[in-house]
């Protein structure tokens, strides 16, 4: 069936330097794509979204990539830190109903 | 605002035994979701309720029930629970955006079945 899969399931990345989380998705219906974080023990929280209709996005210190050709995801973290330690995961939608198909995720590990 | 909360935050049954997951929203959000996390996983969609009064089977129905009391509260019921329903369950609740939606998660209910 339709999926959103991660290349990485790991990270680590040292302070200061920018991450780069990736994403596979196969429904080429999906119109909205989304990035949350997930910190130990807690419920995913919204990172940046971006619509179907857009090549690049960007948040504070994020940036999300889009690239619809060969259906891949990315997330971009500039100067990442020791509080970005989570795990990642990107999310699909249709534009109808807002059911959201989660990826596996990438758990990020920043060493100081 | 408390955003999404949910009751109880640990839970352990034996199989068989009955139990309901409790969720509420302050943030008059129509649409309400429960997934479940398994280790290593991302969240699989098991009931959602677009609106009030209204509700749909997501990935994994099966084994739930759901029950959308109003706006603000969406509870999950396992009738007869089975270890394959050990994990975490995260409520979600969402307002519509242009094309899609931004889902605020709960917490989450950590559920052991023995």
């Known amino acids: 069936g339709e999926s959103v899969g991660l290349h990485l399931p790991t990270l680590s990345v040292q302070e200061g330097d920018n991450s780069i989380i990736n994403c596979a998705y196969s429904?080429?219906?999906?119109?909205?794509f989304i990035w949350y974080k997930q910190e130990s023990g807690k419920g995913p929280q919204f990172i940046i979204d971006i619509r179907s209709n857009m090549d690049k996005r960007q948040g504070q210190r994020v940036t999300v990539l889009l690239n619809k050709t060969v259906k891949h995801l990315s997330l971009q973290i500039a100067a990442t830190q020791p509080g970005d330690s989570a795990v990642y995961f990107c999310a699909e939608t249709k534009r109808q109903g807002g059911k959201l198909i989660f990826g596996q995720g990438t758990e990020l590990s920043v060493k100081p | 605002n408390a955003g999404v909360t949910q009751t109880p935050k640990f839970q352990v049954l034996k199989t068989g035994q009955s139990m309901t997951l409790q969720c509420a929203q302050d943030?008059?959000?129509?649409?309400m979701y429960w997934y479940r996390q398994d280790p290593g996983m991302g969240l699989r969609l098991i009931y959602y309720?677009?609106?009030?009064?209204?509700?749909d089977k997501g990935e994994v129905p099966n084994g739930y029930n759901v029950s959308r009391l109003n706006k603000r509260e969406f509870s999950l019921r396992l009738e007869s629970a089975a270890p394959s329903q050990t994990s975490v369950y995260f409520c979600?609740?969402?307002?519509?955006?242009?094309?899609?939606?931004?889902?605020?998660f709960g917490p989450g209910t950590r559920l052991t079945v023995t």
């Open positions: 429904n080429s219906a999906s119109d909205y």
């Open positions: 979600a609740s969402s307002v519509p955006l242009a094309g899609g939606h931004e889902q605020y």
């Open positions: 309720s677009a609106s009030e009064g209204t509700t």
């Open positions: 943030m008059n959000h129509n649409s």
